[in-house]
Antibody
Framework: QVQLQESGPGLVKPSETLSLTCTVS??????????WSWIRQPPGKGLEWIGY???????NYNPSLKSRVTISVDTSKNQFSLKLSSVTAADTAVYYC????????????WGQGTLVTVSS | QSALTQPRSVSGSPGQSVTISCTGT?????????VSWYQQHPGKAPKLMIY???KRPSGVPDRFSGSKSGNTASLTISGLQAEDEADYYC???????????FGGGTKLTVL
């Protein structure tokens, strides 16, 4: 059973960089069959796709966030990470890591989510 | 504003059927047979319920079904049960540049 677990600070100051890591167990980020994604959900609002990374390191980001987002992968630790720079209160959200399954065109496994609050 | 349009809320009584719509454009819903649906209970992560417009992952009851016509996809839940009360989100592939777009979510209330 594939499991994903987000980790990182729950509080980030405005203008600083949000950093989160997703640890994958029961599966491998080196699998060529999946893309590893970040998705966020502001309190009381809907879901927003942030971006994905392939095991090779190729990435794709939501155009609305592209200038501030970096996603990287560490195959040796079976982890992938998110960095979002110059954060504001609008970036306060529950951040989920998830596995994108291209063959089924869906996010088939999700982490439990972690709330990140942007506040001074 | 979300890329895909869903009704804010729907409701139904136990045993009844409800349908949730998801309207996009020819660049997403209408352009690909890659619509997925997610169920989210309060405080929990979303769960994949439907993929490829109408396919169910293993373990999802056959009370859940999906369809698509033109730029609108639909999720139908038949034989409503109390545990179906949750938020539902549609999601569509939108090309290799954008990847996916989500709907704004629909709150299902089981009366």
């Amino acid at each position: 059973q594939v499991q994903l677990q987000e980790s990182g600070p729950g509080l980030v100051k405005p203008s600083e960089t949000l950093s989160l890591t997703c640890t994958v167990s029961g599966g491998s980020v080196s699998s060529g069959s999946y893309y590893w994604s970040w998705i966020r959900q502001p309190p009381g609002k809907g879901l927003e796709w942030i971006g994905y990374i392939y095991y090779s390191g190729s990435t794709n980001y939501n155009p609305s966030l592209k200038s501030r987002v970096t996603i990287s992968v560490d195959t040796s630790k079976n982890q992938f990470s998110l960095k979002l720079s110059s954060v504001t209160a609008a970036d306060t959200a529950v951040y989920y890591c998830a596995r994108w399954w291209p063959a089924g065109a869906g996010f088939d496994y999700w982490g439990q989510g972690t709330l990140v609050t942007v506040s001074s | 504003q979300s890329a895909l349009t869903q009704p804010r809320s729907v409701s139904g009584s136990p045993g009844q059927s409800v349908t949730i719509s998801c309207t996009g454009t020819s660049s997403d819903v209408g352009g690909y047979n890659y619509v997925s649906w997610y169920q989210q209970h309060p405080g929990k992560a979303p769960k994949l319920m439907i993929y490829d417009v109408s396919k169910r992952p293993s373990g999802v009851p056959d009370r859940f079904s999906g369809s698509k016509s033109g730029n609108t996809a639909s999720l139908t839940i038949s034989g409503l049960q109390a545990e179906d009360e949750a938020d539902y989100y549609c999601c569509s592939y939108a090309g290799s540049y954008t990847l996916v777009v989500f709907g704004g979510g629909t709150k299902l209330t089981v009366l």
